[in-house]
């Protein structure tokens, strides 16, 4: 099993910047990639970046060049730092894990509410 708890969340201004970070426990051993989500009110959890263990990383097209997704060593932390926020960037973040023990597995953070101010 796999635990997710996201921080950093908040009010921030347009344009500012924020730093989500998502700690995992339990089989951190066995994570395979891990994620960002988000999702507005009334719009659909959608990717917002995600990286595996070699570092491999992916970022939605709206994000690109503002968001950036790191990680610790081990796929213990990552982080998600967000530059030049826009009002549309206001969302619940969740943090995603897949894992692999006997089966292919995910998990999901409780998330942490991000809003930005026009």
């Known amino acids: 099993q796999v635990q997710l708890v996201e921080s950093g969340g908040g009010l921030v201004q347009a344009g500012g910047s924020q730093i989500l970070s998502c700690t995992a426990s339990g089989s951190i051993f066995s994570i395979s990639t891990m994620s960002w989500y988000r999702q507005a009110p009334g719009k659909q959890r959608e990717l917002v970046a995600d990286?595996?263990?070699?570092?491999?990383?992916n970022y939605a097209e709206s994000v690109k060049g503002r968001f950036t997704i790191s990680r610790a060593s081990g796929m213990n932390k990552i982080y998600l730092i967000m530059n030049s926020l826009k009002p549309e960037d206001t969302a619940v973040y969740y943090c995603?894990?897949?894992?692999?023990?006997?089966?292919?597995?995910?998990?999901w953070g409780r998330g942490t509410q991000v809003t930005v101010s026009s």
């Open positions: 995603h894990a897949v894992w692999i023990l006997e089966a292919k597995s995910d998990s």
């Open positions: 990286i595996n263990r070699y570092d491999d990383i």
